[in-house]
T-cell receptor, first 114, second 111 residues
Framework: GAGVSQTPSNKVTEKGKYVELRCDPI?????LYWYRQSLGQGPEFLIY????????DSGLPNDRFFAVRPEGSVSTLKIQRTERGDSAVYLC????????????FGPGTRLTVL | GQNIDQPTEMTATEGAIVQINCTYQ??????LFWYQQHAGEAPTFLSY????GLEEKGRFSSFLSRSKGYSYLLLKELQMKDSASYLC????????????FGRGTSLIVHP
């Protein structure tokens, strides 16, 4: 079956703008994770969902960041009033359920804030 | 907090063997994963250890010592396509299904 997909693959925006990043997990996977990865670093946890609810959002850096998963499949990460420091690759991963499992990653969205 | 430490970069020769180390300090332990990430691509799963010892999978093996907070990934018969970043990720205390990733080790394989 299809893997995790993310759109867009690249997003260039200006400081202060609003952006939405989309993740489509593997069908049937109830757990969905968002990470941010800067060059030369490992993925940094942002938020994860089990079903429709955010199970843990402790990694969101501030209230400009928000994520939803209204129907328990597709998720959208929303960033308001973008700043240059938000520039990074945003990775999405899914797993069959929230547990100590292998995660299946999407190709990421490269966000550049000018 | 959790701390995962890996070397930043390693180089090796095609056909050789390389060992990438990972040390961790976490509150609790519920498994360690190794992922491979080629430049500009998604991380992909390589191996999983939750008990002490060696797990072998083809050219790749991974070792875990929980008492030492230590793991290594062993890559044999290196190929050019093995040039990538190798990420160590640890699940810590019970109930937190959030892995902590190391910064990754960039492996360069040269002819």
């Amino acid at each position: 079956g299809a893997g995790v997909s993310q759109t867009p693959s690249n997003k260039v925006t200006e400081k202060g703008k609003y952006v939405e990043l989309r993740c489509d997990p593997i069908s049937g996977h109830t757990a969905l994770y968002w990470y941010r990865q800067s060059l030369g670093q490992g993925p940094e946890f942002l938020i994860y969902f089990q079903g429709t609810g955010a199970a843990d959002d402790s990694g969101l850096p501030n209230d400009r960041f928000f994520a939803v998963r209204p129907e328990g499949s597709v998720s959208t990460l929303k960033i308001q009033r973008t700043e240059r420091g938000d520039s990074a690759v945003y990775l999405c991963a899914s797993s069959p359920t929230a547990s100590y499992n292998e995660q299946f990653f999407g190709p990421g969205t490269r966000l550049t804030v000018l | 907090g959790q701390n995962i430490d890996q070397p930043t970069e390693m180089t090796a020769t095609e056909g050789a063997i390389v060992q990438i180390n990972c040390t961790y300090q976490t509150s609790g332990f519920n498994g360690l994963f190794w992922y491979q990430q080629h430049a500009g691509e998604a991380p992909t799963f390589l191996s999983y250890n939750v008990l002490d010892g060696l797990e072998e999978k083809g050219r790749f093996s991974s070792f875990l010592s929980r008492s030492k907070g230590y793991s290594y990934l062993l890559l044999k018969e290196l190929q050019m396509k093995d040039s990538a970043s190798y990420l160590c990720a640890v699940y810590a205390s019970g109930g937190s299904y959030i892995p902590t990733f190391g910064r990754g080790t960039s492996l360069i394989v040269h002819p």
